[in-house]
């Protein structure tokens, strides 16, 4: 495998295990910069990690994802939970209804991808309305009818398994919505938003940074926050974000925690959290060339897992096609949710994303042409396949794991 992570090992001092990293690189340094064995920072007695909106937004997708399998939920009331705003009765947590955070406003909203680019940041937002109001009015009335090609319904995993509700081209909406949001949320904000020096370094960041001046009545700079802010839409899910165990939401922490479950791609989940606590001892110690480098590795990493996990999916619903068309069409709804995240990546070399709309576009109008997955052939699944892993510099073989 080439991916340039494996350079980036000796630099870091990455250890294999997850946790073994979590206890052994306190002594990790690079350009003088130590990164602590764990992801917490102080200034006198007081923490200044705070990420807690982004937690907000996970738990709030988290509740939208489980209202889209609830039949009972209306279109208004999921369109109002999508674009919350502060008091509304949408959720089961009080706490989230009086938050004034909502995730439809953070949906494709980046600083370096979307502020000059509004018009695709409304489609893709329109996108995830459409996903919305697909799932009450196409598939909820069609929730016990049987799914065929070009009908909606349901249809059984074989073997008694379990039952999915697809559109009339066989395609899970709470799939693509779910594994969608991992991309134009979780990834566009930590990539292309908090990352960003545009972002880091925006108005007197760096200088306020460089002498401890303070955001009004908290305990951090504001260069800080930002940081804090991405490393939240990974770990904002943790009952300890010191010691990650992953798998803690439906989104980035699930889906790193199976990339990093295949031994083609073990040490991942170490290499984006090692990066993440170097990136902001940096930022205590005023280097930003530490910092940026730091950015850079969790761009290449955190990019790399709609990939791995598109391909997965699309040889998933490949091998299942003719014995269980149910299994196929749940995985290959899931291919289509993370091919839709991968214009949210961004290759550090070219500070642009690994695919562009326009070939994300082309690929899952392939996906659906004539009656979708009930028509899709192995060689349009391997095509596919083949050209997402090459862009990344991984075999399909290695992600079929």
């Known amino acids: 495998m080439t991916l340039k992570k494996i350079s980036l090992i000796a630099t870091a001092a990455i250890a294999t295990f ?10 990790l340094t690079v350009n003088n910069v130590i990164a602590p064995a764990t992801y917490s ?14 937690t907000t937004r996970i738990a709030m997708a988290e ?9 009972s939920t209306t279109e208004t009331q999921l369109t109002n939970m999508f674009a919350h705003v502060a008091g509304a009765n949408d959720f089961s947590d009080a706490a989230l209804n009086s938050s004034d955070k909502s995730v439809r406003s953070k949906v494709a909203a980046s600083a370096d991808y979307f ?19 697909s799932q009450v009015n196409d598939i909820f009335p069609a929730w016990n009818n049987t799914a065929s090609a070009g009908v909606p319904g349901q249809i059984q995993q074989a073997g008694g398994g379990t039952i999915r509700y697809v559109n009339a081209k066989g395609l899970e909406y709470d799939q693509a919505f779910a594994k969608g949001l991992l991309g134009a949320l979780m990834t566009d904000q930590i990539l292309n938003n908090y990352l960003s020096t545009s972002v880091l370094d925006e108005s007197t960041n760096r200088a306020d940074n460089d002498n401890e001046v303070l955001v009004s009545g908290k305990s951090y700079t504001n260069m800080e926050h930002k940081w804090d802010e991405a490393f939240g839409y990974l770990y904002g899910a943790e009952p300890d974000a010191t010691m990650p165990i992953l798998d803690q939401d439906s989104f980035l922490s699930e889906y790193i925690d199976r990339v990093e479950g295949d031994t083609d791609f ?28 730091q950015a850079a590795i969790i761009r290449e990493n955190v990019s790399l897992i709609p990939a791995v996990r598109a391909v997965f999916y699309l040889q998933n619903g490949k091998d299942n096609l003719t014995a269980d068309p149910a299994r196929a069409f749940h995985g290959l709804s899931e291919a289509y949710g993370f091919i839709y995240s991968l214009q949210f990546t961004r290759n550090p070399d070219t500070d642009a994303p690994y695919f562009s709309k326009t070939e994300v576009d082309t ?12 028509d899709v052939t192995p060689t ?20 079929s794991n």
């Open 63 to 71: 509740e939208i994802k489980t209202a889209f399998k609830e039949t």
């Open 115 to 133: 502020s000059s680019n509004a018009t695709d940041a409304a489609a893709i937002r329109a996108d995830f309305d459409n996903y919305i109001s």
């Open 380 to 399: 349009t699944l391997d095509q596919i396949s083949d050209d997402i892993a090459a862009r990344f510099n991984f075999t399909t073989a290695q992600a």
């Open 18 to 27: 997850f946790t073994t990293s979590c206890d052994n690189d306190d002594d």
């Open 363 to 374: 690929y899952l109008s392939q996906l659906m042409t004539g009656n979708g997955f009930w």
């Open 266 to 293: 073990a040490g991942i989940a170490a290499t984006i959290y090692d990066a993440f606590k170097l990136g902001r001892a940096a930022i205590v110690e005023r280097n930003y060339s530490v910092r940026d480098e």
């Open 41 to 54: 920072f102080n200034r006198g007695t007081e923490s200044t990690v705070s990420y807690s909106g982004q």
